[in-house]
Every structure is written in C-alpha cells, then in structure tokens.
C-alpha cells in the first residue's frame, strides 16, 4: 500500500494550499484517514481526520479554516488550507487506519498515531511573510 501526498509549498499569511494524497494498494470498506502534521521541534499532532462514513472532525487550530475532503472514488484524501499561518507550518502527512470500526474508536484528530496502518512520506508546508 502506498500514499502519496502532494500540493505542499511555500505562502504567506492569509493564502491558501489544497495539499493532495492518493491512496493505493488496499481497499477498506470501514476506515478512519486523517491528516497529521510537525512542526520543527513538535510533535506530530492530528489536524483533520474523515471516517468511511463521511463524518469529519478538526483540531480546534484549525477549526474554519482547513476542510478535509475526498474524491469520488475515496481514494484521494484532500485538505484545503484557507487564511494560513505562520504557526501552520510543517510537514504534513496523510494516514489511514483502513481496519476501523466505531467500536474501536471515534476517529477524530486526537486519535492515537499507532492506530494508523498506513503513512505518506509528508509534504512541506511552509507560511513566511
């Protein structure tokens, strides 16, 4: 299984990003995908998650300004990235726990990292005026 994120770059204060991440080798009926992201010297926390249901959920950090999304055929993971800020820069990855059950857990952004079965390699995302 692979996943590819893409759409990282470089803007300043108050520009958008629409990062991308494909999905392949794997097929999940019931699964909880999310994006992550670190900063220099964090810790990689949980921004944006969607489960096979199509429920959403968002870290309050960027709650109104980043939309989690996905294509068509769910097997594209989209996050768009409105009115950006310097303290949004990092590296950002998309994962998938493609096993998930609301019986296990609700998938939100806090959800524990190890649950995740799959991991892009990240795409930079950097905000400087």
């Known amino acids: 299984a692979q996943m590819v994120e893409s759409g990282g770059g470089s803007v300043q204060p108050g520009e958008s990003l629409r990062l991308s991440c494909a999905a392949s080798?794997?097929?999940?009926?019931?699964?909880?995908m999310g994006w992550f992201r670190q900063a220099p010297g964090k810790e990689r926390e949980g921004v944006a998650v969607?489960?096979?249901?199509?429920?959403?959920s968002y870290a309050d950090s960027v709650k109104g300004r980043f939309t989690i999304s996905q294509g068509n055929a769910k097997n594209t993971l989209y996050l768009q990235m409105n009115s950006l800020k310097p303290e949004d820069t990092a590296m950002y990855y998309c994962?998938?726990?493609?096993?998930?059950?609301?019986?296990?857990?609700?998938?939100?952004?806090?959800?524990?990292?190890?649950?995740?079965?799959?991991w892009g390699n990240g795409t930079l995302v950097t905000i400087t005026s």
């Open positions: 994962a998938a726990d493609v096993q998930w059950s609301r019986l296990h857990y609700l998938c939100r952004p806090s959800v524990s990292q190890e649950r995740m079965d799959y």
């Open positions: 080798g794997y097929t999940a009926n019931s699964y909880c």
């Open positions: 969607i489960d096979s249901d199509g429920r959403t």
